[in-house]
């Protein structure tokens, strides 16, 4: 799909709102979803005379994010005013730093089929978002209850080149986010927000070609989406001879495509200058010292550890870890469970289908999942009731051990009933038996299935065939003796 002699350069810019109670210069609430204009006050509706006061918990968030992302911390960063006009910006500018970010100089680790890639990120700052525009059919109303909430801008060097990467690096950054409770993240909620960057070069060029802005992609399939089909317009247009204009886009759900918003702003048109009613932020080494004493295991670290303990796949524990909540319901899960390889492969081969939820919720306790893969891992029941009984606890919560005695749907594993089923089937089936004396093994395939059918789908696979073959071997001895 791209075009072998372009190269596609992308860099992302995520906006990410920080967990704190209260707003990042006021004591209003973040709640999400409280009636429009409830939660603002003459600070963040931006009146005449106010002033800005910096929540300190926002900053301990942003470092915490710094930190998780093996930035420097800056020991001195500032405040700035972006000026521009739009009706939910209510001072008509946006504090957020510049020149100065508390953070720069970082890197994540992002995971794709051609594997491991270290992705720069340039800089963290702080700042406030903007409120929102309700558009109705009788005009355009304002919520300000955003408006002053704090939130990190993380920029990304230009290092990424497929969307399937920048799919990669939103996945691993919201893990690391959610993992570290700095946000939650919730991108259908606007809480995880994505610019995305991106120019086409020739491959071997340095230099970088001209760039579009896509603008507030919200989720991880649009944004790979909208560079796929971003890419295809810029190599179309290339191919031409003709040139991409620098402008800002967006990405069209109904139509699958990115549409043009706007010429692209330069810093120019911001008029950025020093917030003037901030002092500068002052971090030193010690304020450090006990937000790194108190930062989570990651999600990197726990990769390398579920590894280890549990004796998964890497493959398994990357899908694990990349969802916080996945990987500490897979650990609840496995509390109650001996065997945490089949566990892993049963939750993320079968469970995770009845997963819709974003982030991850099961419908199944983590519990009631241990139960059911222990049944099956003690041959208790086969995999096909394993797979029957999770369709059934997704609807209703029941002890699998309890329904599965009840209604009859334990593996059968003693002998004697195994023998006397068997000794049916081969008496029932002379054309089976005969074709498989001839050597076709079709034939042992059939006379299995015919005990599957006769159990009820409950005869223990292995052990059936075992004695199947033992039967068949002495009535071939019983023959033989007769023949003498
Ligand atoms: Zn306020
Ligand atoms: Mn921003």
């Known amino acids: 799909m791209?075009?072998?002699?372009?190269?596609?350069?992308?860099?992302?810019?995520v906006h990410a709102e920080l967990r704190t109670a209260s707003k990042i210069f006021c004591s209003c609430k973040t709640e999400f979803g409280a009636a429009p204009n409830t939660q603002c006050c003459p600070i963040c509706m931006g009146l005449p005379g106010s002033l800005p006061r910096l929540n300190r918990y926002a900053v301990e968030l942003a470092i915490r994010a710094g930190l998780a992302l093996e930035c420097e911390i800056a020991p001195r960063s500032k405040f700035d005013r972006k000026q521009y006009f739009y009706p939910d910006l209510?001072?008509?500018?946006?504090?957020?730093?510049?020149?100065?970010?508390?953070?720069?100089?970082?890197?994540?680790?992002?995971?794709t089929a051609k594997g491991v890639r270290q992705i720069r990120i340039t800089r963290i700052h702080m700042e406030e978002d903007a409120g929102k525009l309700i558009h109705s059919p009788d005009g355009t109303r304002i919520d300000y209850n955003r408006s002053g909430v704090g939130l990190i801008e993380i920029v990304s060097a230009?290092?990424?080149?497929?969307?399937?990467?920048?799919?990669?690096?939103?996945?691993?950054?919201?893990?690391?986010?959610?993992?570290?409770?700095?946000?939650?993240?919730?991108?259908?909620?606007?809480?995880?927000?994505?610019?995305?960057?991106?120019?086409?070069?020739?491959?071997?060029?340095?230099?970088?070609?001209?760039?579009?802005?896509?603008?507030?992609?919200?989720?991880?399939?649009?944004?790979?989406?909208?560079?796929q089909c971003e890419i295809l317009r810029q190599s179309e247009l290339l191919a031409r001879g003709e040139r991409v204009e620098s402008e800002t886009r967006r990405f069209d759900e109904a139509l699958g495509c990115t549409v043009r918003m706007r010429?692209?702003?330069?810093?120019?048109?911001?008029?950025?200058?020093?917030?003037?009613?901030?002092?500068?932020?002052?971090?030193?080494?010690?304020?450090?010292?006990?937000?790194?004493a108190a930062m989570p295991e990651l999600p990197e670290e726990r990769r390398a550890r579920l590894c280890k303990d549990y004796g998964i796949a890497e493959a398994d524990a990357v899908?694990?870890?990349?969802?916080?909540?996945?990987?500490?319901?897979?650990?609840?899960?496995?509390?109650?469970?001996?065997?945490?390889?089949?566990?892993?492969?049963?939750?993320?081969?079968?469970?995770?289908?009845?997963?819709?939820?974003d982030p991850f919720r099961s419908p199944v306790s983590a519990l009631r999942l241990a139960e059911l893969v222990a049944l099956w891992c003690e041959e208790r029941i086969n995999g096909t009731t394993a797979k029957r009984l999770l369709a059934r606890l997704v609807e209703a919560d029941f002890s699998p051990e309890a329904v599965a005695a009840q209604e009859n749907l334990m593996q059968i594993r003693d002998r004697e009933s195994l023998c006397a089923m068997i000794r049916a089937v081969l008496a029932?089936?002379?054309?089976?038996?005969?074709?498989?004396?001839k050597g076709k093994l079709a034939a042992l395939r059939a006379l299995q299935g015919r005990l599957m059918a006769v159990s009820g789908g409950r005869a223990d696979p292995m052990l059936g065939e075992r004695i199947l073959l033992e039967m068949l071997s002495e009535e071939d001895d019983e023959k033989e003796r007769a023949c003498e």
Not at 2 to 13: C, F, M, Q, R, S
Not at 428 to 437: H, I, N, T
């Open 158 to 227: 230009p290092d990424l080149r497929s969307g399937e990467e920048a799919s990669a690096y939103l996945r691993a950054l919201r893990g690391i986010l959610v993992t570290a409770g700095v946000s939650d993240c919730r991108m259908q909620e606007g809480s995880m927000r994505c610019d995305i960057n991106l120019s086409l070069r020739r491959r071997g060029e340095e230099a970088l070609g001209a760039r579009t802005e896509i603008k507030n992609v919200n989720s991880f399939a649009f944004a790979e989406k909208a560079i």
């Open 428 to 437: 029932d089936s002379p054309k089976a038996v005969e074709d498989y004396r």
């Open 319 to 357: 899908i694990l870890t990349s969802e916080p909540a996945l990987a500490d319901y897979f650990e609840a899960s496995a509390e109650h469970c001996t065997d945490a390889v089949k566990l892993s492969h049963f939750l993320l081969g079968e469970l995770l289908r009845y997963c819709r939820s």
């Open 263 to 292: 010429k692209k702003e330069s810093a120019a048109d911001y008029r950025f200058l020093a917030e003037p009613n901030l002092p500068v932020l002052c971090i030193s080494q010690e304020d450090l010292l006990p937000i790194r």
């Open 90 to 111: 209510p001072k008509a500018y946006q504090i957020s730093q510049n020149k100065y970010p508390l953070c720069r100089n970082g890197r994540l680790q992002i995971r």
């Open 2 to 13: 791209n075009h072998p002699e372009y190269e596609a350069v992308i860099g992302l810019e």
